[in-house]
């Protein structure tokens, strides 16, 4: 099971590659500012998915943005994918779980 922020960057990269500043503004867009992963939080969680081997650095950029050298970009191993996918399950299981329960 991953963390939160750990979902939200395997979400962000699910679209493609991204640098880490595109997988914050993703986050807080998607929350509706409900999540805000901080630089220190957002790249600890990388460091993690990148050992755990659910993303990898690559040299894909993102062609409509301005060129920076030093923005490392990340995107989804096949295992990311499939974690990412498992994740999705069961939170959609844990969705209908709260509807039966007259949650929402």
Known sequence: MLTGAGFHVLLALAKGPAHGY??????????????????GTLYRTI?????????????EDDPGAPHDARRRYYRLTGPGEQTLR???????????????????
């Open 86 to 104: 498992s994740e999705v399950a069961l939170l959609t299981r844990m969705v209908e779980a709260a509807r039966e329960a007259g949650v929402t």
């Open 22 to 39: 595109a997988v914050m503004r993703f986050v807080e867009q998607v929350s509706d500012g409900a999540v805000r992963l901080g630089p």
């Open 47 to 59: 460091s993690r998915l990148l050992a755990d081997g659910l993303v990898e650095e690559t040299d």
